[in-house]
């Protein structure tokens, strides 16, 4: 089996490149990093990612809820929102997005690695790639 490959978007380099650690020592694959909207649409479209991690305030115009919006519609890949924002008007506005989670910073490693895997696990159900288990 082919590993996980995962986009992560986040403005900020050295909670991305943690990020990134953790998400090694779990087995994923990290092809690449963007800091704004219009670069995490870019890398998608180049690294084919299984799942997007998406901050929601990035760098430049665009911000994470846009962007996941436009990479749902363009490459069909679920999205992740992990932020330190969760007030009620970015939240309503996130989830018009259908995220396969949301996780606020800060989080623990075990709770990022469930969120993960139970998103990958629901897209590959809605999509008719798994079997739900009885």
């Known amino acids: 089996m082919t590993q996980t ?8 380099k050295i909670v991305a490149l943690g990020i990134k650690k953790m998400l090694k020592n779990m087995g994923y694959l990290v092809p690449s990093i963007a800091s704004s909207g219009k670069e995490a649409i870019s890398k998608a479209e180049i690294t084919f990612p299984d799942l997007v991690l998406m ?7 665009m911000d994470g809820v846009e962007a996941a919006q436009q990479i749902r519609e363009r490459f ?31 989080f ?25 288990e009885e």
Do not use: C, F, Q
């Not at 490959?5 to 900020?12: H, R």
């Not at 901050?55 to 115009?61: A, F, T």
């Open 5 to 12: 490959k995962i986009l992560v978007v986040e403005d900020e």
């Open 55 to 61: 901050d929601i305030m990035l760098k430049g115009d």
């Open 76 to 106: 069909d890949v679920p999205v992740v929102y992990l932020t330190a924002y969760s007030d009620e008007k970015i939240l309503a506005r996130a989830k018009r997005t259908k995220p396969y989670g949301y996780i606020i910073k800060p």
């Open 108 to 132: 623990e490693e075990n709770s990022l690695h469930t969120t993960i895997e139970l998103a990958l696990h629901n897209y590959r159900v809605e999509k008719g790639l798994e079997e739900t």
